[in-house]
């Protein structure tokens, strides 16, 4: 064909409306044609035209729906029954027992299921989705009779050069990423020209057909989607890599309320790194979802392309429609560039200020005045669902809930959790306070390693993009001076790495600028540690016992680890030492008085640790340091918080659910950098709180 498909032409292709020789021709074109490869990706968005397909699908059919162990509208009313059970806690089901025994096995492998195809050690069972370079088909491990889901690569496609780049693109990608909000690999290759990608089965729906089913998505559901996708996010961004293609066909959400992002096929390297296959002049993403800058250079985006796209996204959850939606592709992306965003106070007019203000600032035309990290974005929503008391998805549960109580218990009971990834985050801005039509206003982070964050109410740590340290180099920490001369041992240092890397940490190091998961990612030059981060698990004397060699140790990160009497002694009078998190770690009085030795800390995070009593924090008067300082969730009262006396320069503090009062007023007005102040659920009364408000004017956040 000469010509480019008609739009009737492509409703025909879409709905299976063609006979054997049209279709033939009409494949071929579109195997070819990258612009008409785009215009049946925005009209498949089309619902009614989906409905319609649906339903065409079903009855050609050799097989009754009902056989399939994942019917679209079984998943649909599991979502329904998931999403009204979060905002109507009233109302539950007697038939748990049933329901649990039904998911039980629908998400097992049927017996009798005769494979169409088989690739490998892997038994094709059925297709469950194809796109424009490959199928996905529900599958089955010959050996383990574990199911899996393959992705192939279409006979008819092999020649070309860029899908099948792509394909290994997201071959490589996918491999290289392990995190709970990113969907996983298991195994990849080719076999007889067939490239195929193996990943976990997910039990669920994409949140684009949640959508179908719901047309909108509650405020808080909604939230709870945007927070994990955001950690998720964070973690690829931290690893140099940007998606791209966010929109809510690539957000599933499993039926145990957690959030996977899909597709990394065009995920690549950050802005001067671009890979291959961005090298075509076809317009690589969504456009409904896509930021001003990526229409007009993809090459020329970063990380902040894809808080727009999510932007997008979030705006669809709420409402039901993207934020533009215009008649032809090349309108929407003007609308993109030009038109201002719409406000989310005019389709839901009780919406809070302080989601309207995220959603602007994640929709704003310039990338400079646009919010600059997907951490700052976990942040405001750890913080707005706290004072909601509608705390996040717990991204460490492996309960499954399989029934509508479950998923409210889940939704009203599991602890407010810093993101693991914000965490790590490699910003240099922070998120502050927007007005309407605000700029964004950023300001540089002090510490050139990385520093500690709050975000919502727990002390973290964050890795900082570094650039490339040499171990011959002196490094500076914030115009802090140590008192000690670092010497490195580097057999010490890698015997250390190797240790700690087997017990579950994650390191950052000197030279490198993300972090490190495994032995193997090691480099053979010398180098030192510079932060830790210790996945949840018992601590122990024995576990720690390296730290004692690590001269360049700077953050570490025990947060929700179980830590034992006697194990923090190896951090004792660690100079190096800046940050620490030691959040629901189930410390005593006898851990601060260890913690009193490092001298040089800037960041404490003691959160949620009950055993700690007043006398316990006398010892934090011995740090005259600190900036940051999370003591949320603690039994403690006025009394224990004499360190503020030691600290004029904190800039940092959350005191909510303590016994602070008014009595603590006169001291927290002397507190002149203050920039947040967390005082919600103390015992401060409002007189006090505005006491301290009209004493502390340069603070961003007071929170009562």
Request: hydrophobic content about 35%; charged content about 20%; some cysteine.
């Amino acid at each position: 064909m000469e010509n480019c498909l008609s739009d009737n032409q492509i409703h025909q292709y879409l709905v299976h409306d063609l006979n054997g020789e049209d279709l033939q021709r009409y494949s071929e074109h579109l195997n070819e044609c990258g612009s008409c490869q785009k215009r049946i990706e925005i009209q498949s968005e089309d619902d009614e035209l989906k409905v319609w397909h649906n339903r065409h699908r079903q009855q050609t059919l050799d097989e009754p729906v009902e056989k399939h162990a994942f019917t679209d509208d079984r998943i649909d009313k599991l979502f329904r029954s998931t999403f009204s059970s979060i905002h109507n806690p009233g109302t539950s089901d007697n038939k748990t027992a049933e329901q649990s025994a039904d998911i039980a096995a629908s998400t097992s492998t049927l017996p009798d299921e005769a494979p169409i195809r088989t690739i490998g050690n892997y038994h094709l069972i059925e297709q469950i989705g194809k796109g424009g370079m490959g199928a996905v088909y529900r599958a089955t491990h010959s050996h383990l009779k574990k199911q899996v889901v393959v992705k192939l690569i279409l006979n008819n496609r092999v020649d070309d050069e860029t899908q099948v780049q792509r394909f290994y693109r997201e071959m490589e990608v996918i491999g290289s990423l392990d995190h709970a909000n990113i969907v996983k690999a298991t195994d990849a290759g080719e076999i007889d020209g067939t490239c195929f990608l193996v990943m976990e089965y997910l039990d669920g729906h994409d949140v684009k057909s949640i959508l179908n089913a719901e047309k909108k998505i509650p405020l808080s559901s909604a939230c709870y989607i945007l927070r994990q996708v955001a950690n998720g996010l964070q973690y690829i961004h931290n690893h140099q890599l940007i998606h791209r293609d966010i929109k809510p066909s690539n957000l599933f959400l499993t039926t145990d309320g957690q959030v996977k992002i899909l597709d990394l096929g065009l995920a690549g390297l950050k802005q001067g790194e671009c890979s291959d296959l961005t090298d075509s002049n076809c317009i690589m993403g969504s456009v409904y979802y896509m930021a001003p800058e990526q229409a007009q250079n993809v090459k020329n985006i970063d990380q902040r392309a894809d808080i727009y796209s999510l932007g997008c996204a979030f705006y669809q959850m709420l409402t039901g429609r993207p934020p533009f939606k215009k008649t032809s592709q090349l309108e929407t992306i003007i609308a993109h560039r030009e038109t201002p965003p719409p406000h989310l106070r005019v389709p839901i007019p009780n919406i809070p200020p302080e989601i309207e203000d995220l959603f602007q600032s994640m929709m704003k035309k310039d990338p400079e005045e646009r919010i600059q990290t997907m951490a700052e974005v976990v942040e405001i929503l750890d913080h707005f669902l706290y004072q909601r008391s509608e705390l996040p998805l717990s991204e460490s549960s492996e309960t499954r809930f399989t029934e509508s109580q479950e998923l409210k218990q889940l939704c009203t009971n599991a602890r407010l959790s810093p993101a693991i990834e914000a965490l790590q985050q490699t910003a240099t801005t922070q998120y502050s306070q927007l007005g309407e039509s605000a700029p964004l206003r950023k300001r540089m982070v002090s510490s050139s390693i990385f520093i500690a964050c709050a975000l919502g109410m727990a002390g973290a740590m964050i890795w900082l993009n570094n650039p490339k340290i040499a171990d011959n180099q002196t490094i500076q920490t914030a115009g802090i001076s140590t008192g000690i001369q670092s010497v490195i041992n580097p057999e010490l240092e890698r015997k250390a790495a190797v240790w700690f890397l087997k017990h579950r940490c994650e390191l950052l190091i000197s030279g490198e600028n993300t972090p490190i998961s495994q032995v193997e990612s090691l480099p053979d030059r010398d180098f030192s540690i510079i932060g830790i981060d210790f996945k949840p698990q018992p601590i122990t004397p024995e576990l720690l016992a390296p730290l004692k060699n690590l001269s360049r140790l700077e953050a570490l990160n025990m947060y929700d680890c179980r830590i034992t009497t006697g194990s923090l002694q190896s951090l004792e009078n660690m100079g190096s030492l800046l940050k620490l998190d030691l959040h629901n770690t189930g410390i005593t009085d006898a851990d601060l008085a260890v913690v009193s030795s490092l001298k040089n800390l800037t960041n404490l995070s003691i959160h949620k640790n009950p055993k700690l009593t007043d006398q316990g924090l006398q010892h934090l008067s011995a740090l005259q340091n600190l900036e940051s300082v999370n003591l949320a969730r603690l039994n403690t009262s006025d009394k224990g918080l004499q360190f503020l006396q030691t600290n004029p320069a904190l800039n940092w503090l959350n005191l909510e659910d303590t016994k602070t009062s008014d009595a603590s007023v006169p001291a927290l007005k002397t507190l002149q950098s203050m920039d947040k102040l967390y005082l919600k659920n103390s015992n401060v009364t409002e007189q006090g709180f505005q006491e301290i408000k009209n004493s502390l004017q340069n603070a961003r956040v007071l929170s009562y």
